[in-house]
């Protein structure tokens, strides 16, 4: 019943190579143990340092003798001294042999050792509740000694503490993109009185007018649609002035008129002007539920299948007669628990496993929406897949295991996955959350774990962008189906009276559609036919429209084909529009020349195509810092490519945006930074002022997520 998304790559492949990377704060203790002994073991070793420099004991490198602090890890050199002078080491000629930061770090993560364990809340009667509770305070107290450490006078490496009120990466990142609070109307004269026709120009003057101002927390302010159509309006939502806000969209409009038509190979430029037909705009009248695309996100084994073949089954997706035959095969493979996970998991593999590993695609409506039902992987081995179908999300469900010790699991910030999904939702411009606490059955349906969960991951949420206002909690049992679609029982009940499940995904605000602009259909998944020349494309259609009959241009393969059927839940459709989910099928096309990551565009206005870009990053916790030469793995709509870092060109303040430095060696931890990437391979990409959903990009190395980026500027092939 469900359509399965393949990311097209067998991440299996990978799977025990990520079973060893335990990624823990505990770790990094070690970490600092290990460099302290690497110190003393190559004491020697110094002597050899060449003579007007001096090595740092943290990072080992070479600098220059007039240098007061590593150029590379920022490390004070003085600072150090100080303190191996009255340690047991000593410090001579500027060579230090014990590292101060090292000390320090081992104070602090010895009085972590000896603490005894914090019991926060009733429940948290695990071991690895309080390991998790512990992990915390390491982090708290690792942000005050890196705050003490960069208070001491030390300029050019600004760690950002950690604040869990902060924007999200997404605004982070976003905000420097728009103008200013300060600036923007100043920007929008400057902008108004440009030659309108100048693209490149229009460009950077805008990108140097949102580099160098303050800007308010924005969730990426509104695009401003050429022809009227609008986005939803933010500026009550962020508290930006509407003079501001208007300025922005037109500073951002005009760069976004730009793009394409008919075709200058590498600037994917032309002057042609887009203007949608008639029949591209939905009538108001038509008597169609507007589709609504959900992921269901969410830690391994939250219920999240569970949920979706529960929800399925209530409303008659899935007939009494298949979820008998899903019980009965469940049952005689001693996993009668995954009965309604099996209307999802439907690969031989993923029901061995008990696991889901690639996007199941599933259909139902509620009485306000057609919902397109994304249910995602949870295992970290399975991220990318997550990430090209989660990419599509208008909304999302967000599934916690209320159970003790796995909610706890799946908020542990090194291996939970609670927190990279919500993360990397975020990042993807989705501003409106259901979580759902699953599993209150396990927990006799106690109103105070309920709350508990409420607290923390609220606290989470907010931190990553999530408003209080757009985020909807509705404690659910997957499993006894208690508040999925009906008012749940006494148990619940008693103390629980917001809505249902149902309810709640009725609540959902539809985002404001992009009908005035050409296609863009990010291919999610191919299905190639024996017969001639035919092949199916599966995606969601980013702006623009499409019917029967239309002519798309294929890229990256810069082929040609026409549309000879649209589907949308199997059932056959003659036009789709921007936020649609639909299979389209193709005539005239050979296979090879169609690819998922490519994007079907109106043959007169291409996506570009490059695989040089300059990105605005905001690093998360990471423990090894992002240098010039780093390899990373880039995802970008449904595409995925080795990237090498070729440049740091600079760091930012995360608060205003401003350059802090300009080609630092490295990236920390937090830190923003705009960079340039080559990849292996070229990749359809616009620019987020262009399109937003063409221009986010996240970074992954080692099966995490390490940075969450926007592109700034498509460079030149290279
Ligand atoms: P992945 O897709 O692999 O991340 O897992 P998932 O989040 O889809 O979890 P899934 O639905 O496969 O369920 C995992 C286990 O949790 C199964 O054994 C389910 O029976 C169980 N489960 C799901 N929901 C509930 C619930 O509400 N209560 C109880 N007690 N168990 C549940
Ligand atoms: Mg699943």
């Given at each position: 019943m469900p359509l399965k998304v393949n990311?097209?790559?067998?991440?299996n492949d990978d799977y025990n190579v990520y079973e060893?990377?335990?990624?823990?704060y505990d770790d990094l203790y070690e970490y600092e143990n290990e460099k302290r002994d690497i110190t003393h073991q190559t004491k020697a070793k110094q002597?050899?340092?060449?003579?007007?420099a001096w090595r740092c004991p943290i990072c080992t490198y070479d600098n220059e003798?007039?240098?007061?602090?590593?150029?590379?890890?920022?490390?004070l050199r003085n600072c150090l001294v100080k303190i191996s002078q009255t340690g047991d080491s000593t410090a001579g000629g500027g060579r230090c042999k014990s590292s101060g930061a090292s000390v320090m770090v081992k104070s602090l993560f010895a009085s972590f050792r000896h603490r005894a364990p914090a019991?926060?809340?009733?429940?948290?009667?695990k071991n690895d509740a309080v390991l998790i509770e512990d992990a915390f305070i390491i982090r708290r107290n690792f942000q005050e000694f890196l705050r003490a450490f960069s208070s001491q006078?030390?300029?050019?490496?600004?760690i950002a503490p950690f604040k869990?009120?902060?924007?999200s990466p997404d605004d982070l990142v976003s905000t420097r993109l728009h103008s200013s609070k300060l600036d923007s109307k100043a920007n929008f004269k400057r902008l108004s009185s440009l030659?309108?026709?100048?693209r490149e120009r229009e460009k950077n003057i805008l990108i140097e007018s949102e580099l160098g101002t303050e800007g308010p927390n924005s969730s990426s302010a509104s695009v401003a649609r050429d022809?009227?159509?609008?986005?939803?309006?933010f500026a009550s939502d962020c508290g930006i002035k509407p003079e501001i806000l208007v300025s922005r969209m037109r500073s951002v409009s005009l760069s976004s008129k730009?793009?394409?038509?008919?075709?200058?190979?590498?600037?994917?430029?032309?002057?042609l002007e887009y203007k949608p037909e008639a029949w591209m705009i939905p009538d108001q009248a038509e008597d169609r539920l507007s589709q609504l695309n959900l992921a269901i996100v969410g830690?391994?084994?939250?219920?999240k299948s569970t949920l979706s073949g529960r929800l399925l089954h209530l409303l008659g997706r899935i007939s009494q007669k298949e979820m008998h035959r899903h019980e009965k095969e469940a049952k005689q493979q001693g996993?009668?628990?995954f009965a309604y996970a099996w209307a999802l998991d439907e690969s031989a593999e993923e029901r061995e496993r008990g696991i889901t590993m690639t996007v199941a695609v599933a259909f139902f409506n509620s009485r306000k929406y057609h919902v397109v039902l994304l249910d995602s992987p949870g295992h970290r081995d399975f991220v990318p897949n997550m990430i090209s179908g989660a990419t599509q999300a208008d909304a999302a469900i967000l599934v916690v295991d209320a159970s003790m010790g796995s909610f706890e699991a799946g908020l542990?910030?090194?291996?939970?996955?609670t927190r990279e999904h919500a993360l990397l939702i975020r990042s993807f411009g989705v501003d409106q959350i259901i979580v759902v606490v699953n599993k209150m059955d396990v927990v006799e349906y106690s109103q105070e774990r309920f709350e508990m969960v409420k607290q923390k991951l609220g606290t989470f949420l907010r931190s990553c962008g999530f408003k209080d206002s757009s985020v909807l909690w509705v404690p659910a049992s997957s499993m006894e189906n208690q508040n999925l679609v009906a008012t749940p029982d006494e148990r619940l009940f008693s103390w629980f009276h917001g809505p249902c499940l149902l309810d709640a995904i009725d609540s959902l605000q539809l985002p404001a559609r992009d009908y005035s602009k050409p296609l863009l259909m990010p291919i999610c998944d191919i299905i190639k036919s024996q017969s001639q020349g035919q092949v199916s494309t599966c995606g969601k259609l980013v702006t623009g429209a499409i019917r029967t009959g239309s002519k798309v241009l294929i890229m990256p393969s810069r082929e040609v084909a026409t549309i000879r059927s649209l589907e949308r839940d199997s059932q056959a459709c003659k036009i789709a529009r921007s936020g649609d989910n639909v299979t389209v099928n193709l005539q005239g096309?050979?296979?090879?020349?169609?690819?998922?990551g490519g994007v079907l565009c109106h043959p007169d206005f291409p996506v570009r195509v490059s695989n040089h870009l300059e990105l605005k990053i905001l690093v998360l916790d990471i423990k090894i810092p992002i240098l010039s030469g780093s390899q990373l793995e880039l995802h970008i709509h449904h595409a995925k490519e080795a990237a090498t870092v070729?440049?740091?060109l600079s760091l930012l303040d995360?608060?205003?945006?401003?350059?802090?430095?300009?080609?630092?060696?490295c990236i920390l931890a937090k830190q923003n930074a705009v960079v340039e990437v080559v990849l292996q391979g070229s990749v359809c990409v616009e620019e987020y002022a262009e399109s937003r959903a063409l221009g986010r990009v996240s970074l992954r190395s080692s099966g995490r997520t390490v940075a969450l980026g926007l592109v700034t500027q498509i460079m030149k092939t290279q």
């Open positions: 990311y097209g790559v067998d991440y060893d990377d335990n990624y823990h002597e050899v340092i060449r003579t007007g003798d007039s240098m007061s602090e590593c150029d590379i890890c920022g490390a019991k926060s809340v009733a429940f948290e009667a006078k030390h300029q050019n490496i600004n869990f009120d902060s924007p030659d309108m026709s100048t022809g009227g159509v609008k986005e939803r309006d730009s793009r394409t038509g008919n075709v200058n190979e590498e600037t994917g430029t032309s002057n830690h391994v084994d939250s219920g996993k009668g628990s542990d910030p090194i291996g939970g996955q096309i050979e296979n090879n020349h169609v690819t998922a070729v440049k740091i995360p608060k205003t945006g401003k350059v802090t430095k300009k080609s630092p060696r």
